[in-house]
């Protein structure tokens, strides 16, 4: 690591302020953050740390009905508080990482990093949800803007992040043998007038919605409306965990398991 | 009734409370007063020339101690290499210099190339930053196979190749061998990669190196599983320290694994520094640091053919292997591919005629040495698979195949040139069959087969060679070692031992486990016996602990050196009974007459030997402590038989362990609990390889698995619960203990069956797969299925 400061306000306004300062970077639960400035392959100068902000904190429904999750709020905290009320999103987030991963890591933190691999870009595009910040609201389908890529502006804050609740969803992860991450993960989210499902691990453009599956499923909500689509490999990632191929066959079955297990 | 003290009881580890409770004393605990840090600036290239390296910018830097590049060692001799492999025409392998940091070139990534000496570890890694590298790369050998083909870049310029050695084994028999396979009725050919792996010990490697002015003496303190083999290498190899100003201490050491055996530059330098700075100089690697400074294991790529005669008994087997040696000698890396290989070709089966040939290749990577197995995975694999792939072929159940071939009479002199004393391979299927209760694997098939599932049955049998001797073979394979073991037996005026073991243990139980021995040979609680071990400087000479070696030689020693104690013992007690010797008896901690109910208390003889009033002074010198030095006549041949069930799913190709099953002879055992549970440890290790782990490097000589983010460790839920059975037991006929040894065998077992498997579920779903290759990746699997 390199030398630093850290600042914990209490409040988004003081955030975004201290964000102001130079090279400042906000901390939400460290759990890529603090790796990668272990290994110095970042150099900020302050640390703001999100995690003392009680108005980012914790899961509730909105007067919309949308389920409304704090910016700062723990991937283990969300899969607890969501578990009854949308447990496609609980479910999802208790597969990510570890208990240490699950107890530190942040929704927020998640889908401003917008790792390839992560799981939570997968519910949040494919639920449609709203990504709210300090300054804006942005739709999902705006957000997501490539391999570690958003829309968000130097030192925009993700405060919160609202979920319209689907009729049935579900997320099926194919582990990476060694992050453990997903090499392909899928989320379907069923609504009354339609339904989108996301794919996260598998393109080197990160997050997508895999449109032909929508058409299909929205006429006809079951696992064999699936038979016969295919996705190209041809923009997918190829690693040493997988081909380009195996990932775009990965995406059929797991869409087709997320579809079977979302009922 | 299960005894609950001395051989055979499963004494509760006492060294676990300890670790378990934070208590421990690793090296990375240790901290002297005054001492720097070292921040070592690494390669990132695979190949090249230094261009320019200027230090004079970090030299300038806050808390910089000393900054050091290759050219500080260039008097300084290399990292030497411990065994000379003779090569097919009589030439003695190719031995590059490994400098201590590199100079003028690097050969791989990691390869320390700068040192920087700090009060703190952040402050010389910031000056690190400052140091001017150039580099100018060169194109990079990486596989092995190119390597040696004419016109590839040399990874050393002074040497004629990047061929280290081509070695057949044994040579003599290669014309018949050759004319066997002409006759054969059947051959079964299989070309197979022996993945590379990392051995990832919880505990990375740390050095602490020491100096004292006042009296010109060193200490090195490191994670070592042998610290006299690193007082010898480094003192008179590489500092030309005499050993009586050299002390080297491997404290707790957590895991080893075989990549703690070789002496590493970091030793060597912070053991230099240390003196250079007149500072106690302290480096502890991170994990990334290990995945590309720590010895890396396995790395063969083999063709192997076994010719059948017409009644499938084996005729002759052939092999022809690449094996990586990495860009530099690793301390044992030569006799890995070779003696620790080819010797073991036979397996458990009776075939008159074998060939081995190795090409040992360097490349711009991480050396590759020993690892958990070390030769003997690598030759129990092509075996067990070709033989499953010719059972396929000839439409024979692989089992039936296996027996019909066993070994059965011992001893038995294989055409490998190893003899193996015991054995009773038959005795060991039997019992897997029953335990893996093989009978019902179809009906599980099936109930597989309904859940949309493939389900897949491997087998497989092993025979390893542990306890490595005797030094004199050893000494003319090419070994610049003894292997023998040593143990000093001290007892205290009260009756309490002190064992100091040249034996090492970094997780193997050594200090519950040898204590159940001396208790049981002299009638005492396990309590009153302490181990002592790791430190050169309380310690008789050992060479330390690998290749499954401990109790069968080190245990040996101290069996040894105990019965010196007891003779010696037993002269006090005549003289204290007043009666003769040899009818004194030696039975629960007391001495007696034989026929009387005179007898004198263990601890009442302990006491006249350091107290000697009433003592044959004329007669015997005073005090109790012997010392015995082991030398082995034969390695010993622990042996099993595995079965693995999986089940794949054809979606998505993931394989999933189901049941596993291991049945080891390992002669006589002492700590039952303790053997259990090495050898889950291998299993775990084996299945490691077998699905999980892959160390890889691109056309660059780039490590692409360099972190636990791309180089999968197997888990705890990757694996099943295993079933151990190791009473089979037919003793070692030449160690006192007849004991064989039971570090290695689940590592070496298991990846066979796994493998073996796997392709029998594809099989049993009409697929054409008659091999994958490790490490058996969804991607892998599920690609072989289109
Ligand atoms: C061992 C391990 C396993 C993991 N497994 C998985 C997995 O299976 N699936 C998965 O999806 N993820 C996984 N992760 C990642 C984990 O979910 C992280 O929590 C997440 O990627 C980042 O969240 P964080 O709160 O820790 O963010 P931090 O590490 O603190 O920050 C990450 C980035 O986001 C920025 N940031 C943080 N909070 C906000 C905010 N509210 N608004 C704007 N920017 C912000 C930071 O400035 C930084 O650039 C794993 C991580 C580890 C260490």
């Given amino acids: 690591m390199y030398n630093f400061d850290v600042e914990m306000p209490t409040s988004i306004a003081d955030a975004v302020a201290a964000l102001g300062k130079e090279d400042a970077q906000a901390l939400g639960g460290g759990q890529t953050l603090i790796p990668t400035l272990k290994q110095r392959l970042a150099s900020p100068s302050v640390l703001v740390s999100l995690s003392g902000i009680s108005e980012m904190q914790g899961v509730c429904k909105g007067d919309d009905g949308k389920l409304c999750v704090g910016g700062a709020t723990t991937h283990a905290t969300v899969a607890r508080d969501a578990a009854s009320s949308f447990p496609g999103l609980a479910g ?74 689907p009729d049935a969803s579900n997320y099926q992860k194919f582990l990476q043998p060694a992050s453990r991450f997903a090499l392909v993960g899928v989320f379907v989210a069923k609504f009354s007038d339609g339904v989108r499902v996301a794919v996260t691990g598998a393109s080197n453009d990160g997050v997508f919605r895999w449109s032909e599956a929508e058409a299909a499923l929205s006429a006809n909500f079951s696992a064999n409306a699936l038979d016969g689509l295919t996705v190209s490999g041809d923009d997918m990632i190829n690693d040493l965990h997988g081909t380009g191929e195996y990932r775009a066959h990965l995406v059929g079955v797991m869409t087709k398991r997320a579809v079977a297990a979302a009922g | 009734m299960p005894k609950d003290s001395g051989i055979g009881a499963s004494s509760k580890r006492r060294e676990d409370i300890r670790f378990l409770t934070g208590a421990g004393n690793y090296t990375d605990d240790i901290n002297i007063r005054g001492q720097a ?177 006042g009296t010109d003496e060193h200490t090195l303190y490191t994670t070592s599983q042998n610290p006299h083999v690193i007082r010898l290498l480094m003192g008179a190899f590489v500092l030309g320290i005499p050993e009586h100003k050299l002390r080297v201490v491997a404290p707790d050491v957590g895991g080893g694994f075989g990549t703690k055996i070789f002496h590493y530059q970091e030793e060597a330098f912070c053991t230099f520094a240390a003196k250079a700075c007149n500072r106690p100089v302290k480096w502890t690697s991170s994990r990334t640091e290990a995945f590309m400074s720590d010895a890396h294991g396995r790395d063969h790529v083999t063709k192997i053919e076994l010719a059948l005669d017409a009644d499938n008994n084996f005729a002759a087997i052939r092999t022809e292997t690449f094996a990586n040696m990495g860009a530099y000698l690793s301390t044992f890396a030569p006799s890995v591919p070779t003696w620790l290989h080819g010797t073991l070709m036979a397996g458990n089966y009776k075939t008159p ?131 023998y073991e040593s143990a000093t037996v001290r007892v205290n005026a009260t009756g309490g031992l002190v064992v100091m073991t040249g034996s090492h243990s970094h997780g193997q139980g050594h200090e519950t486990a040898f ?130 069930e999986v089940e794949v799913d054809p979606d998505t190709g993931k394989v999933s362990i189901e049941a596993f099953t291991a049945v080891d002879d390992f002669g006589n055992v002492v700590n039952p609990m303790i053997v259990t549970g090495q050898v889950h440890g291998g299993i775990a290790q084996g299945i490691g390889q077998a699905l999980l782990e892959n160390c890889a490097y691109d056309e660059n000589g780039q490590l692409l698995s360099a972190s636990y983010m791309d180089y999968a460790m197997p888990r705890a839920d990757d694996l099943p619960m295993f079933a151990v059975d190791h009473s089979c037991q037919t003793p070692c006929t030449h160690n006192p203990l007849g004991v064989k040894g039971c570090g290695e065998a689940g590592a070496i077992g298991s990846p066979p069956s796994v493998v073996n498997a796997v392709v029998d579920a594809l099989q049993s779903a009409g697929k054409d797969v008659t091999h994958i290759d490790m490490p058996l990746s969804p991607a892998r699997v599920w690609a072989a299925m289109q």
């Fill in chain 2, 515 to 644: 204590p159940q021995v001396i208790a049981e040979m002299i009638g005492i609680d396990e309590s009153m016996i302490e181990i002592v071990h790791g430190d050169t400087a309380n310690t008789p000479m050992g060479m330390g602990t690998y290749g499954s070696r401990s109790l069968a030689v080190g245990g040996s020693a101290m069996v040894r050196a105990t019965e010196k104690i007891i003779a010696k013992a037993t002269k006090i007690a005549s003289h204290l009974l007043e009666a003769s010797e040899s009818d004194i008896e030696l039975k629960d901690g007391a001495f007696s007459v034989a026929g009387t109910d005179k007898s004198v208390a263990w601890g009442d003889v302990t006491l006249a030997a350091y107290v000697p009033h009433n003592y044959p002074l004329e007669d015997l010198e005073p005090g109790l402590e012997e010392t015995a030095f082991y030398d082995p006549s034969n390695f010993t041949y622990p042996s099993g038989a595995y079965a693995c």
């Fill in chain 2, 353 to 483: 005629l074998i060939y081995v040939n190795v090409k040992a290749v360097f490349t711009n990577t991480v050396p590759v040495d020993a690892y958990r197995g070390a030769g003997r995975p690598e030759a129990t694999f092509q075996l067990e698979r070709v033989i499953d792939k010719a059972a396929r072929e000839l439409g024979v159940d692989p089992i039936a195949l296996r027996r019909q071939n066993f070994v059965t009479e011992f001893p038995y002199a294989t055409p490998v040139a190893v003899e193996y004393d015991t054995g009773d391979y038959v005795a060991t299927m039997d019992k897997l069959e029953e335990m893996a209760d093989l009978s019902g694997f179809d009906a599980r098939r099936k109930e597989s087969e309904a859940r949309g599932k493939l389900r897949g049955l491997g087998v497989n049998c092993y025979i390893e060679a542990c306890g490595i001797a005797p030094s004199n073979l050893v000494g003319q394979l090419g070994a610049r070692a003894g292997l």
């Fill in chain 2, 37 to 213: 840090h070292v921040y070592f600036l690494r390669s990132d290239v695979a190949h090249g020339t230094i261009a320019k390296i200027d230090t004079s910018a970090a030299e300038g830097m806050p808390g910089v101690v000393r900054v050091f590049t290759g050219a500080d060692f260039e008097a300084i001799g290399g990292m030497p290499c411990g065994w000379q492999v003779t090569d097919r025409h009589g030439q003695p392998m190719q031995e590059p210099k490994h400098p201590v940091l590199a100079h003028v070139k690097v050969r791989h990534v990691g390869e320390p190339v700068a040192a920087v000496v700090a009060e703190t570890l952040e402050q010389a890694r910031d000056a690190a930053e400052a140091i001017d590298l150039e580099i100018n790369a060169l194109p990079a050998v990486v596989d092995m196979k190119s390597a040696v083909t004419d016109g590839a870049p040399k990874v050393h310029d002074d040497l004629t190749s990047n061929l280290c050695y081509d070695w057949g084994f044994v040579e003599e028999n290669r014309e018949a061998v050759n004319e066997a396979f002409d006759k054969a009725a059947h051959v079964t050919t299989l070309e197979l990669v022996n993945n590379r792996l990392v051995a990832n010990p919880m505990e990375p490697r740390v050095a602490v190196g020491d100096y004292a002015r």
């Fill in chain 1, 92 to 165: 999802l987030a208790s597969h990510i990482g570890d208990p240490a991963v699950r107890n530190r890591g942040t929704i927020g933190g998640s889908l401003a990093n917008n790792d390839p691999s992560a799981c939570y870009p997968a519910a949040a595009l494919g639920a449609g949800a709203t990504i709210v910040t300090n300054d804006r609201e942005i739709a999902a389908d705006d957000f997501f803007q490539g391999m570690f890529t958003t829309d968000l502006e130097e030192g925009e804050i993700i405060t919160e992040v609202r979920f319209p609740i």
